[in-house]
């Protein structure tokens, strides 16, 4: 059962921050298109001033996601603007991350022709850890012997058969075995495969950001 709710920053465990920068930017990915809420932006990127929640209405930003990769709300306070923007889709909670063995390998998928990681919508009294290590089972066959430290938590937005949903994931590093690997066909995953550490770079080339920053904080 999907965890779904109003918005409430207040809800999350404390070891389960908001992505928040140190200067207070917060970004919400669309797909392979960015949403920043900010006090500044770079003179190149397409910039709208915030001014309550008219100016950041979910029909006018998407409009500009249409036209434009990078949005940047300017906001004296980047919080306010993101959670007056936030209360327009509905809370969704997700865990996942990387799975890796004795040898050093991670467990990649393939989703929709996209290399991904394991996670999935996390279930009423479930743990963001406990809902990790499920969701690497379930999608993988991969059998989940220690959730170790929480590499980082990314916000995703999408319109699901009409309704928004705004997508807090955290993600975590993972220890398991080495074993063959199943994909869960039913969840659209349509590989599932170990991968060494040197090949992972040239693996997520193309791929989404928010997979590129669990990396990034992976091998931090």
């Avoid at 950041?56 to 300017?74: G, H, M, Q, W």
């Avoid at 993972?174 to 090949?199: F, H, K, N, S, Y």
Wanted: charged share 30%; proline share 4%.
């Amino acid at each position: 059962m999907t965890i779904t709710s109003t918005y409430s920053p207040h809800s999350l465990p404390a070891d389960v921050p908001l992505p928040v920068e140190a200067d207070g930017t917060i970004r919400i990915w669309f797909a392979m298109r960015e949403l920043r809420f900010a006090s500044v932006a770079e003179p190149t990127l397409f910039a709208v001033k915030y001014e309550g929640a008219e100016s950041v209405s979910r029909a006018k930003i998407t409009t500009f996601l249409d036209n434009y990769k990078t949005v940047v709300v300017l906001a004296t306070n980047p919080m306010e603007a993101f959670e007056a923007f936030a209360l327009q889709m509905e809370w969704v909670e997700a865990a996942g991350g990387v799975v890796e063995s004795e040898r050093g390998e991670v467990v990649m998928i393939r989703r929709n022709s996209r290399r991904d990681l394991p996670k999935g919508h996390r279930e009423v009294g479930e743990s963001f850890e406990e809902c990790a290590a499920r969701e690497a089972e379930e999608e993988t066959g991969v059998v989940v012997k220690d959730v170790e430290r929480l590499l980082t938590t990314t916000l995703h937005a999408y319109n699901l058969y009409g309704r928004w949903e705004l997508k807090l994931t955290a993600w975590y590093a993972m220890r398991a075995e080495r074993c063959d690997l199943t994909p869960q066909q039913e969840e659209g995953i349509i590989g599932a495969e170990w991968v060494a550490r040197e090949e992972i770079a040239e693996k997520i080339k193309s791929t989404f950001p928010t997979i590129k920053a669990v990396f990034e904080a992976f091998f931090k």
